[in-house]
Structures are given as C-alpha cells and as structure tokens.
C-alpha cells in the first residue's frame, strides 16, 4: 500500500515537472511553504527542501501586485472562493522579477473549515508576457504606420483640389490676357488668391500638426486674462459673422478669469472653435461664448444653433481631413482645426469636450487649469493676446477667401 502510495506520489510529481509546473504546499497554521525543486528552478533558488516562511514568499513578490495576490488568497484560505488563481510577479534569485501564474487549493481543513494546508502550482509565464508585449508593440507600431499612410493620401488629395483651382485659372487668365475683359481676369485672379490662401493655410496646420507630434512646437504657456483674449478673437471674427448673418454673444464674462497658457495658441484655438460656430450655423442664427468656473479650472464654452452633428460622426470629429464627409463647397475649410485645437489643448493641460445635436446646434467646451491672478504681468488695458502664428489669415475664418 505504502509502495502504491509512493509510486502514485512519483508519477505526480513527474507529470508536474514534465508540465512545467512548481509546486508549493502551504501550512497556514505556521506560516511555511514547502517548494518543489522545479518551483525552485523556475526562480534560480538552490534547491534544498527546507520550508520557506510566508513572509520570504510576500518579500519576493513584486510590491504592485502584493496586496491582490495577498487578498485572493485569503479569500480562498477563508472560504470566500472556490480556487486561488493569480498571475503576479515574483522575484527571482538574479533579482529580475518573473511573471508568474499561481494557482492552488485548500486541501484539508479542520472542522470549523479553517485551513489546515493547502497545494498548488506555478507556471512561469514570462516569455508568453513578453511575446504578447512584443505583439502588442507591433499592432501599434502597425496602426501607427497606416494611420500617417492615410493621413498622407488624404493630404495629397486635398493639396491637389488648390492647385488644380491655381493651376486652371492661371491659364484661364493667360489666355484672356490682353482682352478687355477686366472683370472676367480680375474674378480669375480672385480664385487664384483664395486657393493659395487655402493652401497656406492648409501646410501651416500641417506644419503645426507635425511639430506638436514631434514635440518641436515650444509653447509659451503662462497665467494670462481670458477676456481680453476672448474679446479679440471676437472682434477679429465679427466682420465674418455679420456676413453669414450670425450673432457673436458674449455670456458672463467673468473679469477674473485667468487661466494657464500660450495666448497666440489659445487664440488659435478660439478662433477656430468660433469660426465653426459662425461656419456651420444658419442665417438669423447665433454663437454664444460663456465662461464659468470650475474647481482649480475655467470652463469656456462656444456654443452655436446651426447645423449639429450626427452622434454616429462624434467619433470621426477629430480626424485630420475629416471634414465629416458633408460636401460643403459653400463652407470653406481644412478639417485640421479641430484636432490641431484638441493637442494644443492637450499640451496646455487642457482639454475639450464636444456634445452636439443635428439640427440643433453644437457645444465645445474647453477646461483650462486656473493660473493666479497675482502671477499676471501689468499691461496696457485693452490689449488682446500678440498677433502671431495664432492669428495669422485664415481663409473662412477670418473672412478672407469665404
Ligand atoms: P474645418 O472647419 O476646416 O472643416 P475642423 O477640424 O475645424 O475643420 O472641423 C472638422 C469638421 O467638423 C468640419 O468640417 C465640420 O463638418 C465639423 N464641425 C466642426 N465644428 C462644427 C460645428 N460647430 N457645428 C457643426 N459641425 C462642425
């Protein structure tokens, strides 16, 4: 019987090891744990059979997963789960930490169900979690790749439709040229003008895109007034307003409100977020601006009653070129400025909500951590955020070419 017995042990203990699996045997009366030498050579442990106390087990368990292999196996140990599984790390004895999975079960228990041992295995998953990190790398690094492929041909075409708008008026004109036509020429050259402002327009954006993935575009973020910003760029904006028939309100325009950031980037921001307010709104309609605070933070919202977005292309809004698949020709644009405003945004410590209903008009919110008001250098009353980059032409935005 005992011979049996012995045998039975040895078959196990080799079907274990041929498996790749440790064993551990638990006393959780005392506090010991017994390894098999498998257990220990998945680890680089010497391989003598001395118990091992609980408190070595906890010391060699990575410190992040400490307290949810500790609780999982308490709640086995109480009687709370049916099975202890937990994949956490363990350090081994070169001082690297394995992946590990561990999985055991109470064996005999005492009759008020208190745990008397308990057995279980562990497999040392480190290379299949490196393999699935490697994986996962390169799905992104993939996605990564066919997404700037597709940002790519997307910019072709669009660069294309300008230059063909150039290219066919100029010789338009050319062949006109000496007749007296002077209307003719002049609406020719007027076309040329307004796709090279497309066009200029259009490689800036890109330009800026580009240096804020990279990280080249420095920006000069600050405690800075909100209002004299904001009434800037509704000044700037107001001539193209009252040429759609759209009007520009100014909401609680909290005097106080100082946020941080870089003014000619928030300027840009707000430009375009009102532009599209006025773009995609209707005749006889309105864009409104609010301020409001928030704790640590400002809320600006630009709200509009124009044409709303379908929730199906919400998802879609912040796609370079997406211009949300709506043929326009009336209403004039890039479909940068969006995501352009989401990463200056995102680089200020900001960030941009959108909700939106078809029909009904449309919502962006942006929230801009609070700077002190104390922080703000003295100047002249009046004066707006710098012309700059951010305040350069926009063709539909500032009038110009719309
Ligand atoms: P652009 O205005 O140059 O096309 P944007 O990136 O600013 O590019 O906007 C992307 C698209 O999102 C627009 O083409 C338009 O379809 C939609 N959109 C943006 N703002 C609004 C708005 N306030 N109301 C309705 N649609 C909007």
């Known amino acids: 019987m005992k011979h049996d017995l012995n045998i ?3 078959r196990w203990a080799m079907a274990l090891q041929s498996a790749g699996f440790g064993v551990w045997d638990l006393d959780p009366r005392v506090g010991q744990v017994h390894y098999s030498p ?9 391989s003598s059979d001395e118990a091992d106390s609980t408190e070595t087990w906890r010391a ?28 956490f790390r363990l350090r081994a004895a070169d001082g690297s930490y394995r992946w590990v999975l561990s999985r055991g079960r109470v064996v005999e228990r005492d009759t008020e169900a208190v745990a008397l041992r308990m057995v279980g295995t562990l497999t040392d998953m ?24 597709e940002f790519l041909s997307r910019m072709s075409h669009e660069l294309r439709t300008p230059l063909n708008a150039v290219l066919g008026f100029a010789q338009l004109l050319s062949v006109r040229i000496g007749s007296t036509d002077i209307e003719q020429q002049r609406s020719y050259v007027g076309s040329i003008e307004k796709a090279g402002w497309h066009l200029l327009t259009m490689i800036n954006d890109v330009l800026d895109l580009s240096r804020l993935e990279s ?31 759209v009007e520009i309100r100014w909401a609680a325009p ?21 532009g599209n307010a006025i773009k995609y709104n209707r005749e006889g309609g309105a864009a409104t601006l609010a301020i409001a605070r928030r704790p640590g ?21 912040f796609e370079p ?64 955020a710098r012309t700059g980059q951010g305040a350069r032409p926009r063709p539909g935005k500032s009038g110009r070419g719309t």
Do not use: C
């Open 60 to 87: 060699r368990v990575h410190p992040d997963d400490l307290q949810a292999m500790v609780e999982a196996l308490s709640d086995h140990l109480e009687g709370r789960s049916e099975a202890y599984e937990r994949e």
């Open 297 to 317: 933070a400002w809320k600006i919202s630009v709200d509009d009653t124009g044409i709303g977005i379908p929730a199906a292309q919400i998802p879609h809004l």
């Open 321 to 384: 070129f997406n211009r949300l698949g709506q043929a326009r020709p009336a209403v004039d644009g890039v479909g940068i400025g969006l995501v352009l405003s989401r990463l200056l945004l995102d680089r200020m410590g900001g960030r941009m909500r959108v909700r939106s209903t078809e029909g009904v008009g449309s919502s962006f919110e942006v929230i801009l951590p609070a700077g002190k008001p104390g922080d703000i250098a003295h100047r002249p009353s009046g004066s707006g």
């Open 126 to 149: 480190t290379d299949r979690r490196n393999a699935e990190a490697l994986r996962a790398e390169r799905d992104r690094a993939e996605a990564a790749s066919r997404a700037k492929t």
């Open 215 to 245: 990280g080249d575009l420095q920006l000069q973020t600050r405690p800075l007034e909100l209002v004299p910003l904001l009434r800037s760029v509704i000044e700037r904006m107001e001539p193209v307003a009252q040429d759609r028939g």
């Open 254 to 274: 909290s005097p106080d409100a100082t946020v941080l950031a870089d003014p000619e980037r928030l300027t840009q921001v707000f430009t375009n977020l009102l």
């Open 38 to 46: 498998q257990w220990k050579a998945m680890l680089g442990y010497a």
């Open 8 to 10: 039975l042990q040895q």
